[in-house]
């Protein structure tokens, strides 16, 4: 028998409710516990759903991680590009990039990437995407205020991109000295840069 015509395993359906409930237990126990603690069985004792299903709509655990990565990162960059579309200048970009909404989670799966291949190259893919988004806002705002040639745009979003991302970390870890200053010294810069906003 050829490969072409050998039997796959169905996989369920991607509209399933159930594997909604899967992909939202999934998310619950790695904000709640880490990513350690996302079993095929805890994953499905906290959706309510025998185990068998979570390999049903997911071969591997890996592919479970990856649908829910892509899933969080489809609604992100959708919820950026509405952001900007409304409001595309410096001060919005910095309030979207320093939001800790969601931070706990990317930490689970920047750790996660560590260990995981998949979620590595799923998790760079996405980060490439995002990043060309922000830098066509980024650039945009800058050159609206004059301000492109002070300090070359990618430079700008990875100065803002790195020290959110690094003092959400800290947040998570408890540590906050400095964070109020570096905040104030922000929203004084920003608004040097676009007066009258607020």
Aim: hydrophobic share 45%; net charge neutral.
């Amino acid at each position: 028998m050829s490969s072409s015509s050998a039997p796959t395993r169905r996989i369920g359906g991607p509209d399933s409710q159930s594997r909604a409930m899967l992909l939202d237990a999934a998310e619950q126990l790695m904000v709640e516990e880490g990513y350690a603690a996302v079993t095929s069985r805890r994953v499905a004792g906290k959706a309510g759903l025998k185990p068998q299903l979570v390999h049903y709509y997911f071969r591997t655990m890996d592919d479970l991680f990856v649908e829910l990565f892509r899933r969080r990162a489809d609604v992100n960059l959708e919820r950026f590009e509405r952001a900007v579309e409304a409001d595309g200048s410096l001060r919005n970009l910095w309030r979207l990039n320093a939001d800790p909404r969601g931070s706990a989670v990317t930490i689970e799966f920047v750790a996660l990437a560590n260990h995981r291949k998949a979620i590595r190259a799923e998790i760079a893919r996405y980060a490439e995407r995002f990043r060309a988004a922000q830098l066509a806002a980024i650039t945009a705002a800058l050159e609206a205020n004059g301000a492109a040639d002070q300090m070359p745009p990618v430079v700008a979003l990875l100065l803002m991109t790195g020290l959110t991302q690094m003092m959400a970390l800290e947040r998570a870890l408890g540590v906050t000295t400095g964070h109020d200053a570096t905040m104030t010294y922000i929203d004084d810069a920003l608004t040097r840069l676009e007066p009258g906003r607020s």
